[in-house]
């Protein structure tokens, strides 16, 4: 069985490139459809939230 907090890496991991190719899809045209704004700032939410649980996971091994 794989260790629990590598797989949960590998699921954010997965997310992250997920929202970082609406993302990038957002920069290169959907700036003016409606609702892109609030869809992009939801996806730069959810990129702070990862990036708070990627610490909370890592913060173990300073101890």
């Known amino acids: 069985m794989q260790n629990p907090v590598k797989e949960r890496i ?3 991991r997965d997310e992250i490139a997920q929202l970082s ?3 990038r899809l957002y920069l290169q045209s959907g700036k003016s ?3 892109a704004v609030g869809d992009h700032e939801r996806r730069l939410q ?3 939230e990862i990036m708070d649980e990627l610490v ?3 913060d173990w091994k300073k101890l």
């Open 21 to 23: 190719e609406a993302n």
């Open 33 to 35: 459809k409606p609702g």
């Open 46 to 48: 959810r990129l702070q």
């Open 56 to 58: 909370a996971l890592t």
């Open 10 to 12: 590998v699921k954010l």
